[in-house]
């Protein structure tokens, strides 16, 4: 298997909240959606993002929809400076996000924060000066 994420995709509960977020909020740029659309797709920067009706995509997984707490996954987004942390920080956190931790120098010698979409999944903004991942 080629060691590639092509496409992340997040079970929502409120598609039309979750769009207007993800385009209007943050700016990713939709692919090919329509209003009344069932699935939207965000190309990104190496992969994509995909928002899809929770009960749907875990029918198609065939596991329950239901769930609660933390999922143990959190997407990170990569800036290279801890102004650009802080300054994506507050553009999720004007666009509807809630924060989670404020951008902090972290243990592993870098710099980051989380914040939770509308429906809670979790990005972590983050500055890696050993890596350059943006």
Request: charged content about 20%.
């Amino acid at each position: 298997m080629k060691p590639k994420i092509s496409l992340i995709t997040f079970g929502v509960r409120d598609l039309d909240r979750m769009i207007a977020f993800y385009r209007d909020g943050l700016g990713f740029p939709p692919h090919n959606y329509k209003p009344g659309d069932d699935m939207v797709m965000f190309r990104l920067e190496g992969t994509w993002l995909g928002l899809f009706p929770r009960d749907e995509l875990a029918k198609d997984a065939t596991v329950s929809a239901e769930g609660s707490g933390f999922s143990g996954v959190a997407i990170a987004h990569n800036e290279p400076s801890k102004a650009g942390v802080d300054q994506a920080f507050a553009e999720a956190i004007a666009a509807g996000a809630t924060p989670i931790k404020q951008p902090e120098d972290v243990f592993w010698g870098g710099y980051s924060g989380y914040f939770a979409d509308p429906e809670g999944n979790l990005w972590e903004v983050a500055f890696n000066p050993f890596t350059d991942l943006t």
